[in-house]
């Protein structure tokens, strides 16, 4: 049985990844840290937090189809 915080963490993480898929990186950013608020170690969140924040400052071509590709190791 899941506890409510991590109701809560999950319920903001798939809001966050339903936004990112959408290109509304600002919008899922929150959900991502609201997420890691509740939940510090939350590996995915964090992820996705570095994430929004890289496509913020470098946007994706109109064609992204949500894959992620790593440029640096």
Avoid: H, Q
Wanted: a negative charge; glycine letters at 4%.
């Amino acid at each position: 049985m899941l506890s409510e915080e991590l109701k809560k963490v999950l319920e903001n993480y798939n809001e966050g990844l339903k936004l990112y898929r959408e290109r509304k990186f600002n919008e899922a950013l929150k959900y991502f840290e609201e997420a890691l608020k509740l939940k510090p170690d939350d590996g995915p969140s964090k992820l996705y937090v570095e994430r929004c924040k890289m496509l913020i400052d470098n946007p994706p071509p109109e064609d992204w189809d949500g894959v992620f590709t790593m440029t640096t190791k």
